[in-house]
């Protein structure tokens, strides 16, 4: 059974970098779409980006657009979130997910079948 694991959340200042990745082990990730989610407090779930594994196509809300970029190492079997000129409102915990034979990149978490724990991530001077 797949698993997921994120690392690299941490405290940075408005306009800094924060790189988090999303490590899979259980199985090789060529067949499923991993998507990263984010959840400020009080706040619902909503999918920053996406990367279908097989054909390298991705998804970003528009917020993030022009600041985050999705990659990824298959022999890692590691997806990145490279994350530039954060802003306080990028605060919350973030997640990795995968969609397994996922037939496109979605943003809706409901479409996913693993999770992983999240990292926080906080935006603050």
């Known amino acids: 059974q797949l698993q997921l694991v994120e690392s690299g959340g941490g405290l940075v200042q408005p306009g800094g970098s924060l790189r988090l990745s999303c490590a899979a082990s259980?199985?090789?990730?060529?067949?499923?779409?991993i998507g990263w989610f984010r959840q400020a407090p009080g706040n619902g779930r909503e999918g920053v980006s996406c990367?279908?594994?097989?054909?390298?196509?991705?998804s970003y809300v528009d917020s993030v657009k022009g600041r985050f970029t999705i990659s990824r190492d298959n022999a890692k079997k590691t997806v990145y979130l490279q994350m530039n000129s954060l802003k306080p409102e990028d605060t919350g915990v973030y997640y990795c997910?995968?969609?397994?034979?996922?037939?496109?990149?979605?943003?809706?978490?409901?479409?996913?079948?693993?999770w992983g724990q999240g990292t926080q991530v906080t935006v603050s001077s």
């Open positions: 997910a995968a969609d397994y034979l996922g037939s496109m990149c979605r943003l809706s978490g409901s479409h996913y079948d693993y």
């Open positions: 990367i279908r594994m097989r054909s390298d196509s991705t």
């Open positions: 259980g199985s090789t990730l060529e067949r499923y779409v």
